[in-house]
T-cell receptor, first 114, second 113 residues
Framework: DQQVKQNSPSLSVQEGRISILNCDYTNSMFDYFLWYKKYPAEGPTFLIS?????DKNEDGRFTVFLNKSAKHLSLHIVPSQPGDSAVYFC?????????????FGQGTTLQVKP | DTEVTQTPKHLVMGMTNKKSLKCEQHMGHRAMYWYKQKAKKPPELMFV???????INESVPSRFSPECPNSSLLNLHLHALQPEDSALYLCASSQELPAYEQYFGPGTRLTVT
């Protein structure tokens, strides 16, 4: 049972345009969501997070939107840069009863073309 | 300093060998984690330590044995592994539990022959 889903395995965008990565979840107990970026042969790098009490969080070029009623979140990268090319993982946790377990989606490979 | 370090970077071992993976963080974090990641898959949690005590074991086979000697160090002892255990092993840390952001190390690429 996949509780966190990233339905697009890959995404290709032009440099300077917006990249939108999507993530859906099924467990209503999740109340904290994170995005990680991963380059080949490296560990995931934390990008941005959002608590379920918010619907938007922004950090520089990265914005995460949360739609609790749809159980959907998205990561917007504006403007996209070639260095953003990586695998992006969405992750979720049940904060209030948090055991430290993060549930990851399958990942979306983003390619930003110069 | 938001760095988690892991050694070795690469490890090749036979099925009868005993080896250890090491992880270190100097962020004062009190929760540490081991994850396993297979190619083109998301990281899967193996163990969680909180204040140097094992908090979660995700039904990991006993051929993997974690150890937390102090709040900065986390080891994973390996013995009698199988070829299907070949993967990227990731260590992570967070301030404490409940955990929010977890910070990952670069991983150890393990190959079991």
């Amino acid at each position: 049972d996949q509780q966190v889903k990233q339905n697009s395995p890959s995404l290709s965008v032009q440099e300077g345009r917006i990249s939108i990565l999507n993530c859906d979840y099924t467990n209503s107990m999740f109340d904290y969501f994170l995005w990680y970026k991963k380059y080949p042969a490296e560990g995931p790098t934390f990008l941005i997070s959002i608590s379920s009490i918010k619907d938007k969080n922004e950090d520089g070029r990265f914005t995460v939107f949360l739609n609790k009623s749809a159980k959907h979140l998205s990561l917007h990268i504006v403007p996209s840069q070639p260095g953003d090319s990586a695998v992006y993982f969405c992750a979720a946790s049940a904060g209030s009863s948090n055991t430290g377990k993060l549930i990851f989606g399958q990942g979306t490979t983003l390619q930003v073309k110069p | 300093d938001t760095e988690v370090t892991q050694t070795p970077k690469h490890l090749v071992m036979g099925m009868t060998n005993k080896k250890s993976l090491k992880c270190e963080q100097h962020m004062g974090h009190r929760a540490m984690y081991w994850y396993k990641q297979k190619a083109k898959k998301p990281p899967e949690l193996m163990f969680v330590y909180s204040y140097e005590k094992l908090s979660i074991n995700e039904s990991v086979p006993s051929r993997f044995s974690p150890e937390c000697p102090n709040s900065s160090l986390l080891n994973l002892h390996l013995h009698a592994l199988q070829p299907e255990d070949s993967a990227l092993y990731l260590c992570a840390s967070s301030q404490e539990l409940p955990a929010y952001e977890q910070y990952f190390g670069p991983g150890t690429r393990l190959t079991v022959t």
